[in-house]
């Protein structure tokens, strides 16, 4: 069970569109169409932003969406806001009840 | 609103057993749902260390097996953490968290508790 591979960073300048991508395998990303993303603060827990790919949760703005193709899933922040900068993670479902994070994007706002 | 809140020692020395437990309100564990344990050490990325389900059957991460117990208290509405043998590499936020049953996202998270493994 190897982690998703993220970029390190991304960045974008205000009211601009990001996307973050998220690869694995055929046994995670591929394999299920359970793909979610975080999103933390710093020194906070992390929040639930986009699950089963592309469903967002209650109070989640719309500017956050999700996607998938293959093995690779990414995550669009479209008009970027100044409290948008954080780090993202991806996590897969990986079968068995198991899951496996991705390493981590940093996204700063210009 | 469901909350969840981690509780356990900060300092462990090395070799020993971390213990954490995590309290759950607003919600009962019987009712459904999976319940995880997430780490994060400084300055790293998370890292998914098991998950239980109310009837008590766990699933963990394959690289921490060997070491890792998750058990449910459904009369205490809580679930713990055991982590053996620990060293300096375990040194992690640990964040205990509620996993959908279908999917296994996260949707809700513990505040995080830092255990620094030290002697």
């Known amino acids: 069970q190897s982690a998703l591979t993220q970029p390190r960073s991304v960045s974008g300048s205000p009211g601009q569109s990001v996307t973050i991508s998220c690869t694995g395998t055929s046994s995670d990303v591929g394999g299920y169409n359970y793909v979610s993303w975080y999103q933390q603060h710093p020194g906070k827990a992390p929040k639930l932003m986009i699950y089963d790919v592309s469903k967002r949760p209650s109070g989640v703005p719309d500017r956050f969406s999700g996607s998938k193709s293959g093995n690779t899933a990414s995550l669009t922040i479209s008009g970027l806001q100044a409290e948008d900068e954080a780090d993202y993670y991806c996590c897969s479902y990986a079968g068995s009840y198991t899951s496996v994070f991705g390493g981590g994007t940093k996204l700063t706002v210009l | 609103q469901v909350q969840l809140q981690e509780s356990g020692p900060g300092l462990v020395k090395p070799s020993e057993t971390l213990s954490l437990t995590c309290a759950v309100s607003g919600y009962s564990i019987s009712s459904g749902y999976y319940w995880g344990w997430i780490r994060q050490p400084p300055g790293k990325g998370l890292e998914w260390i098991g998950s239980i389900y109310h009837s008590g059957s766990t699933y963990y991460n394959p690289s921490l097996k060997s070491r890792v117990t998750i058990s449910v208290d459904t009369s205490k509405n809580q679930f713990s953490l055991k982590l053996s043998s620990v060293t300096a590499a375990d040194t992690a936020v640990y964040y205990c968290?509620?996993?959908?049953?279908?999917?296994?996202?996260?949707?809700?998270w513990g505040q995080g508790t830092l255990v620094t493994v030290s002697s």
């Open positions: 968290a509620r996993a959908r049953s279908t999917g296994h996202s996260f949707d809700y």
